[in-house]
């Protein structure tokens, strides 16, 4: 029993390392108008969408825009929404899927100096996250989570989708350069900057 047990272990792991591997690809996944978390049978119209580089904090949108703003907003919409602030004030609110979700799951995530790999569909007003980098200077790290014992990555802060084991949050180098390909980047970031559409 133990055998089996394991062996549907190893396949759980296999699976959802496969899946995992396959995120990048997301971007493809989504240019025929499916989210890479929800690519199940939902079927929506083609939309098309710009890859943002955009640098801040994340914050609760209503208190930000009291704070910003001065608008008054109600105390049960407090935690509805996610938000990234960046430095100079622009608020871009945050589509919560699985990855939009982790801030609101971890607190730490909240408390760095982020910086978002994201995408603005034409026509909407929030952005869906789809990778996660803490700032350090001119240096970024992505951010995930790890389980040590399966050898898999996930999204969000929860017991390890294979052993149910707690994970830990990641942080690995990335090279500018090539995001920078990936996607344009807006506010002060980076450089050359390019704020026009911001
Ligand atoms: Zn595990």
Request: glycine content about 6%.
């Amino acid at each position: 029993m133990g055998f089996s047990r394991q062996r549907r272990f190893a396949f759980m792991c296999w699976l959802a390392t496969a899946c995992f591997a396959s995120m990048p690809g997301s971007i493809l996944l989504a240019q025929d108008g499916r989210t890479s978390d929800e690519a199940g049978d939902q079927q929506t119209p083609l939309r098309r969408y710009e890859n943002l580089l955009i640098s801040g904090k994340i914050v609760w949108l209503a208190d930000a825009m009291q704070r910003l703003f001065g608008v008054p907003t109600v105390s049960e919409a407090r935690k509805r929404m996610l938000a990234l602030e960046t430095d100079d004030g622009k608020l871009f609110p945050l589509a919560e899927d699985l990855r939009g979700r982790s801030f609101r799951k971890d607190e730490r995530l909240r408390q760095e100096e982020i910086t978002l790999l994201a995408r603005r569909y034409e026509g909407a007003p929030v952005v869906q996250v789809v990778r996660i980098f803490e700032r350090d200077g001119n240096q970024l790290r992505e951010l995930d989570y790890w389980c040590e014992i399966c050898a898999i990555a996930m999204f969000e802060d929860k017991p390890c989708d294979c052993c149910q084991e707690p994970i830990e949050l990641r942080r690995r180098a990335v090279d500018v350069t090539k995001l920078l390909r990936l996607a344009r980047p807006l506010g002060h970031a980076f450089s050359p900057m390019d704020d026009r559409q911001s």
